[in-house]
């Protein structure tokens, strides 16, 4: 298999101002006997970044959280903050809140005490200061008026957002948010997400995030790891992962996607201009011959004839009546969604997915331009 090209799974080794990664992973494994929970990960997280881990269940998330916050030590390789190995660093001395998905508040203290009890370890914990770090941090996190308040009578967002205070309080170097929103209903969790994004963005503080949730990775993040089978498959901006999927794994996991595998019949030049010159392969999937661009000059997909080309277009791509390559399809099931209908459409037993706004039923022809195909693979003849 030919490598098909996007952003490494490696950032910069330093920051563009020359400094160290605020966490760098660097070819981390995690065995528990014979299973690798986590394998050869080797990760760069830059300061002041919101980075998302995100993957199936059981893909190594939580593990791969634990070695940063120093939960697990790795069984091989390094984890650095700001290039020092925290190898041999306890927990308490990492500099690092942690939330997890149960907010774990403690039920015999007030809200206020909850979060003034991560400063009784920190430096001058006076009573007074304290008074006012607590008032600061509830404020931060919109609830000025809770500090009296039993966490039990707070809404499960509410008791979110103090776990979230209690991690801040002490100001740590890195915040680390293990599924945070998982127990919420899903309105709330749109609504805390912006919230929680919005307090980072406010601290600038350095963030490291887990969900299983893809739209919320997409939404909250600057950068996010596609995680599968203990290791980053793909490690990119949101926009870049939906857009340019580095393998057929991440097109699929990463929202709505139509796969198609098929034999490269032609490579042709497209000439839109003299600067803008395209390769464009026909490729045989099923009874169609569909036209899939391999990119412009100098950085266009290596593929010749014979090649087996795995490519996806994304269901807002796929047009009714439209696009240059067109589909004989019958529509199989439609879910109104509200804004759009999800449609399923059969062709010869493959299954397509359109969003539409207008009813579909019958026979159809959906279309796509070779601009709107992504190629996760390449396999030659
Ligand atoms: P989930 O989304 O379900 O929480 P995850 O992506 O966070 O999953 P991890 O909890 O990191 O995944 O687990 C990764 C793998 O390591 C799984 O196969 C899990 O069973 C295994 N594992 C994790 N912790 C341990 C442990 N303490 N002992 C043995 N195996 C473990």
Redesign the pocket.
């Known amino acids: 298999m030919k490598a098909v090209g996007s952003e490494g799974d490696r950032g910069p080794a330093r920051g563009p101002d020359g400094d160290p990664p605020a966490v760098e992973l660097d070819g981390v494994t995690k065995r528990?006997?014979e299973?690798a929970?986590?394998d050869s990960v080797s990760l760069r997280i830059r300061e002041g970044e919101f980075f998302t881990l995100v993957?199936?269940?059981?893909?190594?998330?939580?593990?791969?959280l634990?070695l940063i916050a120093g939960f697990e030590t790795p069984t091989a390789g390094a984890v650095r903050f700001v290039g020092e190995d925290v190898s041999g660093v306890p927990p308490e001395r990492r500099d690092v809140g942690v939330v997890f998905q149960n907010y774990a508040l403690f039920p015999h203290m007030t809200v206020g005490e909850n979060i003034g009890y991560g400063l009784k370890f920190a430096d001058s914990p006076d009573r007074q200061s304290r008074d006012e770090r607590v008032a600061e941090l509830l404020e931060l996190v919109d609830l000025p008026d809770a500090a009296d308040r039993d966490p039990e009578s707070l809404s499960g967002g509410q008791q979110q957002r103090v776990a979230m205070a209690r991690a801040l309080a002490p100001s740590p170097d890195l915040l680390l948010l293990d599924?945070p929103m998982s127990a919420l209903d899903a309105q709330l969790r749109e609504r805390l997400r912006v919230q929680v994004r919005a307090i980072q963005s406010e601290l600038g503080i350095t963030t490291v995030y887990?969900t299983?949730d893809q739209e919320e990775a997409l939404a909250i993040s600057d950068r996010m790891a596609v995680?599968r089978a203990?290791a980053p498959e793909q490690t990119a901006a949101p926009r870049d992962v939906y857009r340019r999927p580095a393998s057929q794994f991440v097109a699929k996991f990463i929202g709505d996607n139509n796969v198609f595998v098929g034999r490269v019949t032609k490579v042709t030049e497209v000439s839109a201009d003299a600067a803008d010159d395209t390769s464009v392969a026909a490729v045989d999937v099923g009874s169609e011959t569909l036209r899939v661009a391999l990119g412009g000059a100098g950085d266009a997909l290596d593929v010749a004839v014979g090649d087996r080309l795995t490519f996806c277009v994304r269901p807002e791509y796929l047009r009714i009546d439209g696009g240059e390559s067109r589909i004989r399809a019958t529509v199989a099931n439609a879910e109104f969604l509200g804004e759009t209908t999800r449609v399923t459409l059969d062709w010869d037993g493959r299954d397509l997915v359109v969003r539409t706004r207008d009813p579909l039923s019958g026979g159809v022809v959906a279309g796509f331009d070779p601009e709107d195909a992504h190629v996760v693979r390449v396999d030659t003849s």
């Open positions: 528990y006997g299973t929970a986590v993957g199936p269940s059981g893909c190594g998330k939580t593990t791969t634990r599924e887990i299983h995680m203990g």
